[in-house]
């Protein structure tokens, strides 16, 4: 099959059914009209706007789509005052039941439907970007930058296949858990691009340490972008001055290990195209075990759970643990393939395939410590001095699904202090 007749069925499976928009419009459509009139009764300078891939026409298709819809306070009036406490009244005034998100600025969600929720965001009307007090802020000049550049279908077309291949590639999201593209920033760069297809080319060929993209040239060379922003904002692969504010990297939370893992996916798909390239893949388990018993290894499944705020807060958390959990393994076993999914909400999944390492070497004190020699001595049976420093050598007598319940009961209260609530060894 052709890239262009692959590219041509992705869109028609990533683009989201007329009756899922027709449903989600309806009932946004009353929603903004039973909340602008709140908004009036109560005499306040509020603008009720949609934001998001919504507003910009590049929603693609999932099981529950998220609606950005941004209070945007004036900065004047508001501006001594805690917005996301007089959207909370709002809402509940409104009659909805909501649930609260916790952030830099905390906001609301109602979800009508399996299908899809609002996520109500407060924001404060901003005269200059500088002003801005958080990034949601910025919110109505992406919307209306993308509206007005993007006008041509195709773009915008190309702009869902790249938001399909990203998900697909675990390689969408600012999320700390993630560290990679935001949807704004997928959407600059299709524009700059012209294409997925071009994108990807330019991300594989390069040979840049930085890829640095000013779509209005508010910088004059590569080296005065480097010059003028924060050093915090350029330490990310690709940089991409945001078109509505110069001082900000749209792409900084990128990380080096996701836009490596990003050019991989991208080489694959320029040298075989196909559609498995742009389908969200789970965890196959049952397949990792196979592997790992073909080639003699012993194979393991961890089950974690966290009491923090689903989304980045949970997937943060679950994270770092798995990064810490991994080291920890590395001790006793050569860990030859190991993978984390985050569930979304609350949970995820750990697995591995190890190889004892049939014997590993302990370091002790060093020659003279009386003190702490005799109690090494007491603990470890084979003991030897190298470089004026006692060590152990220890035998590997146990598998891993025996050391990973003690390494649970042994290391429990530094698993609580990570807030990892629950801990399941499964087969």
Same mark, same amino acid.
């Given at each position: 099959m052709k890239v262009a007749e692959i590219l041509k069925e992705v869109l028609v499976?990533?683009?989201?059914?007329?009756?899922?928009?027709?449903?989600?419009?309806?009932?946004?459509?009353?929603?903004?009209?039973?909340?602008?009139n709140e908004v009036r009764k109560k005499k306040m300078i509020v603008d009720v706007f949609v934001g998001g891939s919504f507003a910009k026409k590049t929603v693609i298709k999932k099981d529950s789509y998220d609606v950005d819809i941004f209070m945007r306070f004036d900065a004047e009036k508001y501006k001594d005052r805690e917005i996301s406490e007089i959207l909370r009244e709002l809402i509940k005034n409104a009659g909805y039941e909501l649930h609260e998100i916790h952030g830099s600025r905390d906001y609301f969600r109602i979800k009508p439907d399996e299908k899809f929720s609002l996520e109500i965001v407060p924001v404060i009307k901003v005269a200059k970007p500088s002003e801005a007090e958080n990034i949601t802020d910025l919110s109505y000049s992406h919307v209306k930058y993308i509206n007005k550049k993007i006008k041509d279908k195709r773009i915008l077309d190309e702009i869902k296949i790249t938001?399909?291949?990203c998900y697909a590639t675990g390689t969408y999201g600012a999320e700390s858990y993630i560290h990679g593209f935001s949807g704004y920033a997928l959407e600059l760069l299709v524009y700059h691009y012209k294409s997925f297809m071009n994108f990807a080319k330019a991300m594989v060929k390069s040979k840049e340490k930085k890829i640095i993209i000013d779509i209005e040239k508010f910088?004059?060379?590569?080296?005065?972008?480097?010059?003028?922003?924060?050093?915090?904002?350029?330490?990310?692969?690709?940089?991409?001055?945001?078109?509505?504010?110069?001082?900000?990297?749209?792409?900084?939370?990128?990380?080096?290990?996701?836009?490596?893992?990003?050019?991989t996916e991208c080489a694959k798909v320029l040298k075989h195209p196909s559609l498995d390239s742009f389908s969200?893949?789970?965890?196959?388990?049952?397949?990792?075990? +196979? &592997?790992?018993?073909?080639?003699?290894?012993?194979?393991?499944?961890? @089950?974690? /759970?966290?009491?923090?705020?689903?989304?980045? !807060?949970?997937?943060?958390?679950?994270?770092?643990f798995y990064n810490f959990f991994v080291k920890e393994t590395e001790a006793n076993f050569e860990v030859k393939n190991s993978g984390f999914e985050y569930d979304g909400k609350h949970g995820g999944r750990i697995f591995l395939s190890v190889k004892s390492k049939k014997e590993i070497i302990l370091g002790g004190p060093r020659v003279g410590d009386k003190k702490n020699i005799s109690a090494f001595k007491k603990r470890h049976k084979k003991v030897f001095i190298k470089k004026g420093r006692f060590y152990? +050598? &220890?035998?590997?007598?146990?598998?891993?699904?025996?050391?990973?319940? @003690?390494? /649970?009961?042994?290391?429990?209260?530094?698993? !609580?202090e990570m807030d990892v609530s629950e801990m399941e060894i499964a087969n």
């Open positions: 499976k990533v683009s989201p059914p007329k009756e899922d928009l027709d449903e989600i419009n309806t009932y946004l459509e009353n929603f903004l009209m039973q909340f602008k938001k399909a291949f910088y004059r060379n590569k080296n005065e972008v480097m010059m003028n922003l924060n050093s915090a904002k350029i330490q990310a692969p690709v940089i991409v001055i945001d078109p509505t504010y110069k001082q900000r990297n749209v792409t900084a939370a990128l990380s080096e290990e996701t836009f490596e893992k990003f050019k969200v893949k789970t965890l196959d388990l049952e397949k990792i075990k +196979k &592997e790992s018993a073909k080639k003699k290894l012993e194979f393991c499944m961890v @089950k974690i /759970k966290t009491n923090r705020q689903e989304g980045d !807060i949970a997937g943060s958390k679950l994270l770092k152990s +050598k &220890e035998i590997i007598n146990f598998g891993i699904k025996e050391f990973l319940e @003690k390494w /649970k009961k042994k290391n429990y209260g530094r698993t !609580i």
